[in-house]
């Protein structure tokens, strides 16, 4: 078994990727017309999923099996509240320099301030969300 990615299904598929590129600092790594985006970093694989292309565009996709919305129905999924159970995690090496970089960009949503945490190690942090409410924390060298 391997890990392949972690796609994302998304409203506007655009304001995403645009969104990805400018938080990642990197251009999409594959795409896939309008329906889908990749970006592959240092191992990691984020994807974008333009949850309203198969229905407005039920023409081009073939599909083999029994259809089970609950997996396939990429618009009821991009309607679905976020509910954000899952964090997206991105180190960096210096996380002043991150922090200042993503507050300066004016497009990152509910951002906080760099957070510390101590259980078994020292954790500096801070977080803000995607477009579509998904939650991102990045994390990184730090000294106060």
Same mark, same amino acid.
């Given at each position: 078994?391997?890990?392949? =990615? ?8 655009? !304001? =995403? ?9 990197? !251009?999409?790594?594959? !795409? ?52 954000? !159970? ?59």
């Amino acid at each position: 078994m391997r890990y392949c =990615s972690v796609y994302l299904v998304v409203r506007d598929f655009e !304001k =995403s990727v645009a969104f990805y590129e400018q938080i990642l600092d990197m !251009k999409v790594s594959a !795409k896939r017309g309008q329906r889908f985006a990749m970006f592959n970093s240092a191992g990691m694989t984020i994807c974008i999923m333009n949850g309203y292309f198969d229905r407005e565009h039920s023409d081009e996709i073939q599909r083999k099996g029994e259809y089970i919305p609950a997996f396939d129905a990429m618009d009821n999924i991009a309607d679905c509240e976020n509910t954000r !159970k899952v964090f997206i995690n991105i180190g960096v090496d210096d996380l002043r320099a991150e922090y200042d970089r993503i507050r300066h960009s004016n497009i990152a949503n509910e951002l906080t301030e760099i957070r510390f945490i101590q259980y078994s190690s020292p954790y500096w942090y801070f977080t803000f969300t995607d477009p579509d409410g998904n939650p991102i924390e990045i994390t990184g060298g730090y000294t106060e």
